[in-house]
């Protein structure tokens, strides 16, 4: 269908289930589009770039953070660095079962076994959210609509891997998906706000637009090492993540105080302060993905760092401090005793460089054995558990993960990226700029530009989301007004209910 049509297609459906929206807000238009690209843009190393010193301006940036406080973040390393000698082994001995697993049935009675666990690992399976041969057709789906639009940019474009589609009928229809909804729901209560009144609403998610990725056996180019989406030089900044004070616990020298649960305190942040190709500008408070394969460790799949707050805690406080002896072989993935011994690392002397290890303006922030030896990367990474076909997978936004470096499987590793995202306010104005780029059939608007799948055959309208979820699934892409006043909601939940209704065109 023409882009024409489909965008007119689309307005009409909006009308004939809300008052009209407003041209402002219906039409995407070019200079809110980044530079075109693809996933590689996102990450330092897939681009080619070496990570090192940078801008002087980051030097003072930590000074200013260690001001009259150097000695608590001094013992506060110590500290930090005896609690990861005790958890890794425990990782490294548990593996992939270190990671909770939940039926889908079971949402409604999880137990508080499994409540613990996912709240100090902050990862998790929830099986079964999909029924397999609805996830199969997925799969089939997607590629047929591949196969229909060969235009489809990819990574890496002589092998594709990762696909720059946001549009496609199945991912439409697996975001939308009531089963889906229900397990971002579950997920998200996880968290809490320590402001009663927090404009923030965690029972309502809303859709952000992300990739696909059928990755092949043998495939070796789309090797992710270790990662933290949401920024990366942002975490260190006042204008970024300190606009929340997200991480002052770390800050004060007080890391075992540091709630990664607490969300009013995200919602000021800015996570991409410079405008970075796949850089995440909406709250998403789980990274997830929906399986379309049966897939194992080491075949093309998710490594998770289950250490959460610790390792937030490790990869925050890593740039002010310095090894006296240096390690002899900077390639080597592991350590002794010796060099990562409390009493060899001392705080940057007699001023902090301008080193932020890993973290580059405009690209997600990237983990090194080198770079971030206390963490024995190679012992505390580890893959997901065994998946099959609808099964969810999801991690807290501030994990580390990474992907397999080569796909030693023999079947494809297929899975459609859908992170939980709650209803706030810069949620909800994303959401006009996303709904945009949904009815144009430009990519969504974090990701590279250009004309995205306006002219591919076969994209669907707007009828495709009221059709698999008429209320929660049109709410969530931005398509339908929220019922600000259906009882039991907090004073905070119908505020931003008022709020989101406004800005996305829903009356008053």
Same mark, same amino acid.
């Given at each position: 269908m023409?882009?024409?049509m489909?965008?007119?297609?689309?307005?009409?459906?909006?009308?004939?289930?809300?008052?009209?929206?407003?041209?402002?807000?219906?039409?995407?238009?070019?200079?809110a589009?980044?530079k075109?690209?693809?996933?590689?843009?996102?990450?330092a190393?897939?681009?080619?770039?070496?990570?090192?010193?940078?801008?002087?301006?980051?030097?003072?940036?930590?000074q200013? #953070?260690l001001?009259?406080?150097a000695?608590?973040?001094?013992?506060?390393?110590?500290?930090?660095?005896?609690? #990861?000698?005790?958890?890794?082994?425990?990782?490294a001995?548990r593996?992939?079962?270190?990671?909770?697993?939940?039926?889908?049935?079971d949402l409604?009675?999880?137990?508080s076994?499994?409540?613990?666990?996912?709240?100090?690992?902050?990862?998790?399976?929830?099986?079964?959210?999909?029924?397999?041969?609805?996830?199969?057709r997925m799969?089939?789906?997607?590629?047929?609509?591949?196969?229909?639009?060969?235009?489809t940019?990819?990574?890496?474009?002589?092998?594709?891997?990762?696909f720059e589609?946001?549009?496609?009928?199945?991912?439409?229809?697996?975001?939308?998906?009531?089963?889906?909804?229900?397990?971002?729901?579950?997920?998200?209560e996880?968290?809490?706000?320590k402001?009663?009144?927090?404009?923030?609403?965690?029972?309502?998610?809303?859709?952000y637009?992300d990739? #696909?990725?059928i990755r092949l056996p043998?495939?070796?180019?789309?090797?992710?090492?270790?990662?933290?989406?949401g920024?990366?030089?942002?975490r260190?900044?006042p204008?970024?993540?300190?606009?929340?004070?997200?991480?002052?616990?770390?800050?004060q020298?007080?890391w075992e105080e540091?709630?990664?649960?607490?969300?009013?305190?995200?919602?000021?942040?800015?996570?991409?302060?410079?405008?970075?190709?796949?850089? !995440?500008?909406?709250?998403?408070?789980f990274?997830?993905?929906?399986?379309?394969?049966?897939?194992?460790?080491?075949e093309?799949?998710?490594?998770?760092?289950?250490?959460l707050?610790?390792?937030?805690?490790?990869?925050?406080?890593?740039?002010f401090?310095?090894p006296?002896?240096?390690i002899r072989?900077?390639?080597?993935?592991?350590?002794?005793?010796?060099?990562?011994a409390?009493?060899?690392w001392?705080?940057?002397?007699?001023t902090?460089s301008?080193?932020?290890?890993?973290?580059?303006?405009g690209?997600?922030?990237?983990?090194?054995?080198?770079?971030?030896?206390?963490?024995?990367?190679?012992?505390?990474?580890?893959?997901?558990?065994?998946?099959?076909?609808?099964?969810?997978v999801s991690?807290?936004?501030?994990?580390?993960?990474?992907?397999?470096k080569?796909?030693?499987?023999?079947s494809?590793?297929?899975?459609?990226?859908?992170p939980?995202?709650?209803?706030t306010?810069?949620?909800?104005?994303?959401l006009?700029?996303?709904?945009?780029a949904?009815?144009n059939?430009?990519? !969504?608007?974090?990701?590279?530009?250009?004309?995205?799948?306006s002219?591919?055959?076969?994209?669907?309208?707007?009828?495709a989301?009221?059709?698999v979820?008429?209320?929660e699934?049109?709410?969530?892409?931005?398509?339908?007004?929220w019922d600000?006043n259906?009882?039991?909601?907090?004073?905070?939940?119908?505020?931003?209910?008022?709020?989101?209704n406004?800005?996305?065109g829903?009356g008053?």
């Amino acid at each position: 269908m023409p882009s024409k049509m489909v965008l007119r297609a689309g307005q009409q459906a909006i009308r004939s289930v809300q008052k009209p929206i407003s041209n402002a807000i219906r039409t995407a238009t070019a200079s809110a589009q980044k530079k075109e690209g693809d996933i590689s843009d996102a990450f330092a190393s897939l681009s080619g770039m070496q990570f090192k010193p940078l801008a002087s301006r980051f030097a003072t940036l930590k000074q200013n #953070l260690l001001a009259n406080n150097a000695d608590a973040l001094h013992a506060s390393w110590t500290r930090l660095l005896a609690s #990861l000698r005790e958890e890794i082994p425990l990782i490294a001995e548990r593996g992939s079962s270190i990671v909770p697993q939940i039926d889908f049935a079971d949402l409604d009675s999880a137990s508080s076994t499994f409540r613990a666990a996912h709240k100090k690992r902050g990862v998790a399976v929830i099986r079964n959210v999909v029924p397999q041969d609805e996830a199969l057709r997925m799969k089939s789906e997607l590629r047929q609509y591949i196969a229909a639009n060969p235009s489809t940019k990819a990574f890496p474009p002589e092998n594709p891997q990762v696909f720059e589609l946001y549009w496609s009928p199945s991912q439409i229809a697996a975001r939308s998906h009531p089963n889906l909804i229900k397990a971002q729901r579950f997920l998200m209560e996880f968290w809490h706000s320590k402001d009663p009144s927090a404009m923030i609403s965690t029972s309502h998610p809303t859709i952000y637009a992300d990739r #696909l990725r059928i990755r092949l056996p043998g495939d070796a180019k789309f090797a992710l090492g270790p990662h933290v989406d949401g920024g990366s030089c942002e975490r260190w900044e006042p204008d970024g993540y300190g606009r929340g004070g997200v991480y002052d616990k770390i800050w004060q020298g007080k890391w075992e105080e540091y709630d990664p649960w607490e969300a009013s305190c995200r919602l000021p942040v800015v996570a991409d302060l410079y405008g970075g190709v796949g850089a !995440c500008s909406m709250f998403r408070m789980f990274q997830g993905w929906l399986s379309m394969s049966d897939t194992g460790p080491g075949e093309g799949t998710l490594l998770v760092n289950p250490l959460l707050s610790r390792a937030t805690a490790y990869y925050l406080l890593r740039p002010f401090f310095t090894p006296k002896k240096a390690i002899r072989d900077p390639g080597s993935e592991f350590f002794d005793d010796a060099f990562l011994a409390p009493e060899n690392w001392q705080l940057e002397q007699p001023t902090p460089s301008s080193w932020l290890q890993g973290a580059s303006p405009g690209h997600g922030q990237e983990l090194r054995a080198a770079l971030h030896p206390h963490l024995q990367l190679s012992s505390s990474m580890v893959h997901i558990p065994h998946v099959q076909p609808g099964d969810y997978v999801s991690w807290h936004c501030d994990t580390i993960h990474a992907v397999d470096k080569t796909h030693a499987g023999k079947s494809d590793s297929s899975v459609m990226y859908i992170p939980a995202c709650p209803l706030t306010v810069n949620n909800a104005e994303f959401l006009v700029k996303q709904r945009s780029a949904f009815l144009n059939g430009t990519p !969504c608007p974090d990701f590279g530009g250009g004309v995205g799948e306006s002219m591919h055959v076969g994209r669907p309208g707007v009828d495709a989301i009221e059709k698999v979820n008429a209320n929660e699934g049109m709410q969530a892409f931005g398509l339908k007004a929220w019922d600000s006043n259906a009882e039991g909601l907090s004073s905070g939940q119908r505020k931003v209910m008022q709020e989101a209704n406004f800005i996305l065109g829903f009356g008053h």
